[in-house]
């Protein structure tokens, strides 16, 4: 079992940045890590995902505005945000996915809000 925790989210106004993290109380050098966000009223949507191995994809609402990344040493992934627009505001959700096992965890969520 790995529980993660996402942290970083806040209020900006648009044009701002913002750098979330989502740590894990184990190891995540063996999982898949995304970011996805969720708007009020709307479903859940994918952001950005760093496999293990190979390329790193983005949402293309959010491609050149923010970069995925991970320590494994830290156990921690990160979103950085830049350029924000209001229509990032949401919540957003870190998950991890190992292909072994199709095993997935979900943090519980960081807000952003972004206003004009």
């Known amino acids: 079992q790995v529980r993660l925790v996402e942290s970083g989210g806040g209020a900006v106004q648009a044009g701002g940045s913002l750098r979330l993290s989502c740590t894990a109380s184990?190891?995540?050098?063996?999982?898949?890590l995304s970011w996805w966000r969720q708007a009020p009223g709307k479903e859940r949507d994918l952001v950005a995902t760093?496999?293990?191995?190979?390329?790193?994809t983005y949402a293309d609402s959010v491609k050149g505005r923010f970069t995925i990344s991970r320590d494994n040493t830290k156990n921690t992934v990160y979103l950085q945000m830049t350029g924000l627009k209001p229509e990032d505001t949401a919540v957003y959700y870190c998950?991890?996915?190992?292909?072994?096992?199709?095993?997935?965890?979900w943090g519980r969520g960081t807000q952003v809000t972004v206003s004009s």
């Open positions: 998950h991890a996915w190992m292909l072994l096992t199709n095993v997935e965890y």
């Open positions: 184990g190891s995540i050098s063996e999982y898949a």
């Open positions: 760093m496999p293990t191995v190979g390329t790193t």
